[in-house]
Every structure is written in structure tokens, then in C-alpha cells.
């Protein structure tokens, strides 16, 4: 079992900055450790996640302003964010993966909302 806690989220005027966290728990080995969001109306995306082997694997849209720092040993992701735009606005979800990237069983934070106003 994995659990994670997360914290940040809140409210930002655009070109702003906002730094999230997520702190995972438990005794199996984690795979990778990243981030998704969900917009109103539509589907949970990839953000940016980062394997234990180091590979970085981001949205096009989030490229050159969000970056991911993770802590293997401690299990600990964090994404600073950078120029944020009204349309980052979404519950961001903290996500830890256990095995595989086909099929891994996949850990959920319980999201944070980010907003950005105009």
C-alpha cells in the first residue's frame, strides 16, 4: 500500500509561481512519482513525472515552466511552477506508480485545486 500527502494549491494571479508537494508512504519500492490534473469538464492529464531511473516525461504545454525534484530514498516529488497561465487552473493529484508502465498499479493523492486568475 502507498498512501500520499500533499500540500500547496491555491490561488495565483498569472505569471505567477506556485510550489506543490507530495510525500508518499509505504513499503513498496516506487517506480516513479509525478503529477497529473484534471480541468473542469475534462480528462485527468499527464503533467510531468519522473522515474527512479531519472526519466522526465512531461506535457508539451507545461514544458520550460514546470519542473519536477524528486527524492527517491524519501519518497518526496515536488513540482515548481512557473508563468502560470489561467488554463493551468485544475485539481492537480499527486501519483506514484508500482511496477510497470503498462501494467503498474497506480497511486492517487487526493488532489489539490490550483487556480490561476487574470
Known amino acids: 500500500q502507498v498512501q500520499l500527502v500533499e500540500s500547496g494549491g491555491g490561488l495565483v494571479q498569472a505569471g505567477g509561481s506556485l510550489r506543490l508537494s507530495c510525500v508518499a508512504s509505504?513499503?513498496?519500492?516506487?517506480?516513479?512519482m509525478g503529477w497529473y490534473r484534471q480541468a473542469p469538464g475534462k480528462q485527468r492529464e499527464l503533467v510531468i513525472t519522473?522515474?527512479?531511473?531519472?526519466?522526465?516525461d512531461s506535457a508539451d504545454s507545461v514544458k520550460g515552466r514546470f519542473t519536477i525534484s524528486r527524492d527517491n530514498a524519501k519518497n518526496t516529488v515536488y513540482l515548481q511552477m512557473s508563468s502560470l497561465r489561467p488554463e493551468d487552473t485544475a485539481v492537480y493529484y499527486c501519483?506514484?506508480?508500482?511496477?510497470?508502465?503498462?501494467?503498474?498499479?497506480?497511486?492517487w493523492g487526493q488532489g489539490t485545486q490550483v487556480t490561476v486568475s487574470s
Open positions: 519522473k522515474s527512479s531511473d531519472g526519466r522526465i
Open positions: 501519483n506514484a506508480r508500482v511496477g510497470g508502465r503498462v501494467n503498474g498499479v497506480h497511486y
Open positions: 509505504g513499503s513498496i519500492f516506487i517506480n516513479a
